[in-house]
Every structure is written in C-alpha cells, then in structure tokens.
C-alpha cells in the first residue's frame, strides 16, 4: 500500500487524517477524549470480568490490590504507546522495523495466528448473553450474527461513528455493571483491606492474570493509531493523550473492581468454572436474589462488554495488520521517514485491512462448529500472554533511542521503571500460561 495518498480538498479527512485542530484546555479537554475509551474497552472482554469474578469468589476482596497494580501497569504502557506515536510522530510498526527484521516477522506470524483464534473467542462470547435473552437462535447463530454485524460496522464506518458506538457501550457497561455491584452492595471495610499486598494459597496464577489482564494484550498497540485517526499527530497533543489514556484504564479498572465486587458478595466460596459461561451463572443467580429486572440489564452490560472488542478489535488489529504489511513491503535500505510515514485514511480504506477483516470473520467460524473447546481458550491465553513481554521489551527499546526519539520526550525512570516492572510481570505470566498449556 502506498504511504502517500492524498484525499480530495474539502473532504472530512487530509492524507495524513483529519484535519488538526488545537488542543483543548481546562474541563473541555474532556470532550477530545476518545481514543482512549477505544482502547480500554476494547481490551476488556468478557473473559477478564470472568476470571476477576472467579477471584472474587475464591478469595473475596484479598486481591484487590493487584487490579490496582495492573490499572498501573496498563497505564504505564498506554502512556508509552501514545508517546511513541506522537512524540517520535510515527508507528509502532515502523518502530519495530527499525529494530530489525525479526520484530516484524514475529509481530506479522504472532497477529496472523491470534486473529484467527481470537475470532472465534470474541464472537462466541457476544453470542451467549444474546442467547440468554433470545434463545431463539443457538449460541453458534448468534455468533454468526455477532461477526457479521461487526465487519459490516467496521468496513463502512468511519473512525469518529465507531468511537461514537464505543463511547456508547462503555455507557452501557458502566451502568449495568458497576450498577450490579451497587446492588449487592461493597463491603468497603474487606475492601480496604485488600489494599494490603497478600498472597493467599494457590493465588499466584489469579494475581498475574489481574495485573496483565486489566485492559487488553496486541489491542494496547492499536492505540497510536487511534490517535493519529483522531487527529493527534505531534507532541503538542501529548497532554491530552495522558489525560484521555488515564480515563481509558481507570475506567477500566472500574469496571474490574465491580466485578471483584459481585464475585466476593454473592458467589464466595463457590466453586466456579473459568468460562465465559460464569458470566450467565452470575446472571441467574441476580434472577433468583432480585428478581429478573437485575438478570436482564446484567446480560445487557455482559454483551456491552464482549461486542465493544469485537468492534475494537476488528477495526484497531486490521489497522496493524495493514501497517504491518505497509512496512513489511518497504525496500530494506528504506529511509526512517518513509517508514515512518503513515495515512490513516488510505490505511482504513486498503486490501490488507479489509483482508485482515474478513481473516478475522469467516475462517474463525469454522472453530464455532466445535462450540469453542477448552483446549482453543488455552491457545488463546498463551498467545494473549506472548505479545505483552514483546510490547514492554520493544517500548522500553525505543523510548529511550536517541537516534528515533527526540531528547524531550524519551522515557525518564519513572516509565523505564514501570515499563521494566510490566516486562517482568508478562514474562511471568507467559511462564504461567504455558505452564497451565503442557
């Protein structure tokens, strides 16, 4: 695809996106937040409100901690894929080109596999609430439609109706699922003393799922995109990317800490299985404490949660995958700028986005027919937990690079520290998962 493409004058977007206005101040800088929304609700799915649940359940409130320590950790890394993007005005895949080719040969592998997997896991856990309030269709129809509906979204729409639709659905998930925790009513003192750092037995795999589980895995580096298709291309923007990402991931992990919340006052001590099907459980349950008026908005937030990745995900992956193969195809002995450069618009509008999107639709289906088997969510939480030892590793590479970055806006101790910590984490947490996978 060609990195110079230009749009006709007096259309919505130029080569680079859209037309570039200024930074807001004050309280109105609340209202450019957006890509952030994107990026955070597109990371949380429903199989982290899942595994939290079953924390929750397990242990009560003793691991609140370590949601607190991995909004941190996402935050950190939100901050350094934004950074990249704006203060070094270029992408993350033209940052990894520069590292080399075994960075973008293992990114184009590693986003190949995991699109085809992650299909099937999204469309499928958007299906179940659909099929617990209309049974009309099997869960597999309903997966169907789910897919279907998302690709058309993302192939005709534009990246300011799809921010809309998400700034909707986080409404939706903010309302039904912090509103059920509300409901079953906090115990404040227990959660109070989760702040204090503890291990109980066999808690270990449960803290590293919470700390790299809050807020996404490849959909994090979806993020400078976002940006730069909102319109934010230099550094002048940094101050509002820091303030949108924060909104993004404390959002969040809001939403994270209410689903602790259910799981520790009405499921504790219950021996719940860790699969999105949990989620329906939890929905009969409220049915019999409260009623179905409680049942029916939770399965509404339950698929809030599950289809705002979809769309997130069929929209920002197909955005790498397009800039990857953009790079991919540069001549070797290419110059840093014309790696560099990047045109969202031609990028939305290419062959390999749209192939990336019908990579992501149809060929997953075919994994529907086996009602997604234990062994597929296994290959997925490996692959999740294979790219974020990646992410960290690369941005703290990058962030600190004189030749790329310029001075004033490369990592200080405060991020190289966090970003070292989220390294060490996500490495623990591969260990984990192929442990859990051999």
Known sequence: ?????????????????????????????????????????????????????????????????????????????????????????????????????????YFGVYIVIWGFVYGATAMSASALPLNALFPVLPVGGWAVVCGLLGIALVWFGRYAVLEKIMTVLVGVMFVTVVGTAILVGPNLPALGEGLVPTLPDGSVAYVLGLMGGVGGTITMAAYGYWTFAKGWRTPKWLPIMRMDNAVGYVTTGIFVVAMLVVGAEILLGQDLTESDKGLLNLGDVLAADYGQWARIPFLVGFFAVAFSSV??????????????????????????????????????????????????TFPPMLLLIFSKPFQLTLVYGVLGALFMPFLAGTLLVLLNSRSMMPAAHRSRWLSNTLLTLCLVLFVGVAVNELIGLF
Do not use: C
């Not at 901050?79 to 070094?88: K, P, T």
């Not at 560099?340 to 618009?345: E, P, V």
């Open 1 to 105: 695809m060609s990195a110079d493409t230009s749009s006709d004058p007096g259309s919505e977007s130029t080569a680079a996106g859209p037309p570039e206005v200024e930074p807001a101040t004050g309280w109105a800088r609340f209202k450019q937040v957006g890509p952030g929304i994107m990026a955070a609700a597109t990371g949380v799915g429903a199989g982290d409100l899942v595994a939290t649940m079953v924390a929750g359940a397990r242990y009560g409130y003793t691991l609140f901690w370590a949601i607190l320590v991995g909004t941190l950790f996402k935050l950190a890394l939100g901050e350094a894929v934004g950074r990249w993007h704006l203060g070094g005005e270029r992408t993350m895949l033209s940052g990894w080109r520069s590292l080399g080719r075994w960075a973008t040969t």
């Open 311 to 360: 769309i997130g995900v069929w929209n920002g992956v197909s955005l790498l995958f397009a800039d990857w193969w953009r790079t991919w195809r540069l001549p070797k002995d290419a110059p840093v700028e014309t790696a560099a450069a990047y045109d969202h618009k031609a990028g939305m509008h290419s062959a390999p986005y749209r192939i990336y999107l019908l990579w992501l």
